[in-house]
């Protein structure tokens, strides 16, 4: 499979990317009351900015990403004492039906096939398990500079729709931050991020 991350990961970690991970734990924290002995799985991980801030909170972590590229910056920040696993590969590669708690940051567009990749979620995840997805609400195509994406975004009533029919009951979905990308020279585009928070029935 290409690794369309490739010529990204290296740079990958830069401040804008690191500010807009805090405002996804911010809000992430303020809705999930994260608990100590959960085992996390992250959809679309990259090089950790997301899962690394979380780990402190949960007792195990599975970061899963399609990107050997992305990964190797990931591993590259470990230790080697951290209670994690590293999936390389799509979210399909993990069979153990052992998940508390799902999170993914601006991964989501990237999945081609939601309605799958939420079936097989229900599989991995335990009864009552939290999956909390922060995405970019419907855009323009914009936001990619117009590079083929499986997702321009998602309408959020739609994607609850397809997280019910997954048997997951959403709790909560709404926009927690907007963010300004200049797509022609002096133009600011806006892109609102919305956090959809679920439970697995
Ligand atoms: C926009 S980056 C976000 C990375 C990380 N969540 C963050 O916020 O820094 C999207 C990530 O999704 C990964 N990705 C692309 N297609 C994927 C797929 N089908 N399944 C899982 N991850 C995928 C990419 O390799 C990339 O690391």
């Known amino acids: 499979m290409a690794d369309n991350f490739a010529h990204r990961a290296a740079e990958w970690d830069n401040p804008s990317k690191t500010e807009m991970t805090r405002k996804f734990v911010a809000a992430l924290l303020k809705k999930v009351d994260v608990q100590a002995a959960w085992k996390a799985f992250e959809i679309g991980a990259g090089t950790g900015l997301v899962g690394l801030q979380i780990l402190p909170y949960v007792q195990r972590m599975i970061f899963e990403d399609t990107s050997p590229a992305m990964l190797d910056v990931l591993r590259e920040k470990l230790t080697g004492d951290e209670n994690i696993e590293i999936v390389e ?15 993914a940051c601006m991964s989501l567009h990237h999945v081609p096939d939601i309605e799958a990749a939420l079936k097989h979620l229900n599989l991995i995840t335990k009864k009552n398990a939290t999956v909390v997805i922060g995405d970019l609400r419907t855009e323009d195509g914009s936001f990619h500079r117009f590079e083929p994406i499986p997702h321009q975004g998602f309408d959020t009533d739609k994607l609850s729709s397809q997280f019910e029919n997954a048997g997951f009951q959403v709790l909560d979905c709404d926009t927690y931050n907007t963010l300004l990308r200049e797509r022609i020279p002096g133009t600011m585009y806006q892109y609102e991020q919305f956090m959809l928070v679920a439970r697995k029935l």
């Open 89 to 103: 590969g799509e979210v399909f590669n993990y069979d153990k039906q052992d998940i508390d708690f799902v999170f």
